[in-house]
């Protein structure tokens, strides 16, 4: 099936300009939320469609977006777009970007339950009585975990990690407000590094289905380019 690569700027005129706080506000949980109303609008057809694009903002008032239709007109954003088709072969060495939401199901009465966040969930296996020791292990529990998620999503995706050169920061956490629900919580972590195809078709199905989970706010999407050293 067709997929297309999509790059969409926020316009510079003064009309949008002027316009640009509102629709991407500095407030991170604000701006997610607009972003993703902004990339939602892009896609043609019925609003109540289920969402068959990742995207990610690269760039402030940059959006990357791989979808399974071409975008529609915006008077709001310029658009440049071109079809999504990878030729790979086993062995191939690639420089990757990701934004994901690393999340593990947790386990209640030998069942699994609800998701949870790996980083949050490692914190808090350390007794709260040591709260000083949570602090500073916070960034090592960020590496650990965010590396062996990474680790297990690569199996059966047709990758292998280059895990010496694996970059994992940026953690973050969002909270978005909903109407008429609790707010959606959930939190990201940025990944940059090499990888080695195993399976080239097992790969580009994975890129296209997407990484863990808040795919509607900006997670899941691998951004691929050859490695200068392939």
């Not at 005129?13 to 902004?38: C, F, G, I, K, W």
């Not at 896609?43 to 760039?59: H, I, V």
């Not at 209640?108 to 292990?137: C, F, T, W, Y």
């Not at 919580?185 to 097992?202: C, F, H, K, N, Q």
């Amino acid at each position: 099936m067709t997929r297309y690569l999509i790059r969409a700027t926020l316009r510079r005129e003064a009309p949008v300009a002027a316009l640009a706080p509102l629709l991407l506000p500095q407030a991170p949980d604000a701006r997610t939320e607009a972003a993703h109303r902004l990339v939602w609008s892009l896609m043609p057809g019925d609003a109540a469609a289920t969402r068959d694009f990742l995207w990610r903002e690269s760039a402030p008032g940059q959006f990357l977006l791989l979808a399974a239709r071409p975008p529609t007109f915006s008077a709001l954003l310029d658009i440049d777009y071109r079809e999504f088709d990878p030729n790979l072969s086993e062995g191939d060495r690639l420089h990757f970007v990701l934004r994901a939401n690393p999340t593990a199901a947790v386990r209640q009465d030998n069942q699994r339950g609800k998701r949870a966040d790996v980083v949050m969930r490692a914190l808090h296996s350390i007794p709260s009585r040591e709260g000083v020791e949570r602090a500073v292990l916070r960034p090592e529990l960020i590496k650990r975990e965010g590396t062996a998620w990474l680790v297990r999503q690569a199996r059966g995706a047709g990758f292998a990690l280059d895990v010496d050169k694996l970059v994992v920061d940026g953690y973050e956490q969002r909270r978005i407000p909903r109407p008429n629900a609790r707010p959606l919580r959930y939190s990201s972590i940025d990944y940059t590094g090499l990888l080695t195809v195993t399976d080239p078709i097992a790969f580009i199905d994975r890129v296209i289905s997407g990484f863990g989970r808040a795919r509607a706010f900006g997670c899941g999407l691998m951004l691929i380019r050859r490695a200068r050293d392939a």
